[in-house]
């Protein structure tokens, strides 16, 4: 018999929020000039992290990145600020939703330009590298209960993918 610590107790949706911010320089871009999507993806992972270990309590590990969107090049000189919060918790992981924006350096006075989403799967794991207990997340708003319901969506839709690929496999 395995002894499993119990669940601590939720936190808000809000406890989990994290942004990290930097400006972009030469050495992140790519042959066409402008940042690599690859530096963008490690900044991703990095806010995504911060905010799954801030919620758990301890150390959380990437499992899965469900998508990512780049939907605006980013350039050198942009100061670029990754917001991260953890959208759905289950027994031991949580999907953080990532909203990465630019401000350009050439018109800083106009609001800031969406350039990436992304959705990403975490667990949580103890010393010993194993999965462990995290806490729920408490939706606080009509957001966070949205964003909530459609990580289920999500979580139902990497499980079925997952279920028939293996079927495939094994057919």
């Known amino acids: 018999m395995t002894d499993h610590p119990a669940v601590p107790p939720g936190k808000p949706t809000s406890y989990s929020r994290v942004t990290l911010s930097r400006i972009m320089t030469a050495v992140d871009v790519n042959l066409y000039g402008t940042v690599h999507g690859g530096v963008l993806m490690k900044f991703v992972d990095d806010v995504a992290g911060a905010a799954a270990a801030r919620h758990s309590g301890g150390t959380a590990v990437t499992a899965s990145i469900d998508e990512i969107v780049f939907s ?3 350039r050198v000189g942009d100061l670029v600020h990754a917001h991260a919060q953890v959208n759905w918790t289950g027994s031991t ?3 953080v939703g990532v909203r990465v924006v630019a401000e350009r350096w050439d018109s800083a006075e106009d609001e800031p330009v969406r350039v990436a989403t992304a959705y990403l799967v975490f667990v949580g794991v ?4 194993a999965p462990r207990p995290v806490r729920p997340v408490l939706p606080e708003t009509s957001d966070d209960e949205r964003r909530f319901r459609e990580a289920e969506i999500r979580r139902a839709h990497r499980l079925a993918r997952r279920r028939a690929i293996q079927a495939h496999r094994t057919a």
């Open 72 to 74: 605006e090049p980013v």
């Open 93 to 95: 992981s949580m999907e």
């Open 126 to 129: 103890d010393v010993g590298g």
